[in-house]
């Protein structure tokens, strides 16, 4: 199993497809991942049906743990298009383990670059800074 990143960390190949899942088909509204740290690698934590809301995808992140996550948001823009934007979000919340955030931080970007078509990318340590009015704001709604 080769490791793909500056941390070492491996990255599922169901990680990959689900993610593909969700761009093309759209059969999940979001992703959570977590990194397993004795088998070094990235799994999934929990998928989203694509009737689940923003608050159901919030209130998966655990209050304690870092955690990786991708969104589908739809909206309708001013000129009223029906539109969509796959967010990347970073969970690392301040109460969580110092090494944890430093395996989170370290493995961000090469994990992200395994999922082709992110949009926006967010980091967050707590809901506040990934509220619904932060997402709606990163799509200029």
Same mark, same amino acid.
Not at 2 to 11: D, E, F, I, L, Y
Not at 47 to 61: A, H, I, L, W
Not at 98 to 126: H, N, P, W
């Given at each position: ?41 990235? $799994? ?8 689940? $809301? ?22 309708? $823009? ?64």
């Amino acid at each position: 199993m080769p490791a793909n990143s500056a941390s070492g960390m491996h990255v599922n190949d169901e990680c990959k497809l689900k993610f593909l899942e969700l761009k093309a088909k759209r059969n999940y509204r979001f992703i959570v991942f977590k990194i397993d740290e004795k088998a070094q690698q990235v $799994t999934i934590d929990m998928v989203g049906n694509p009737e689940e $809301t923003y608050d159901s995808f919030t209130k998966c992140m655990p209050e304690n743990e870092c955690r990786y996550a991708v969104y589908d948001f739809d909206f309708t $823009t001013p000129e009223n298009c029906q539109k969509s934007k796959i967010f990347f979000i970073a969970w690392s919340p301040d109460t969580s383990r110092v090494r944890s955030k430093m395996l989170y931080a370290s493995s961000k970007d090469r994990f992200k670059r395994e999922l082709d078509g992110i949009q926006v990318e967010l980091q967050a340590t707590d809901p506040t800074e990934m509220s619904l009015d932060i997402i709606k704001g990163r799509v200029n709604l």
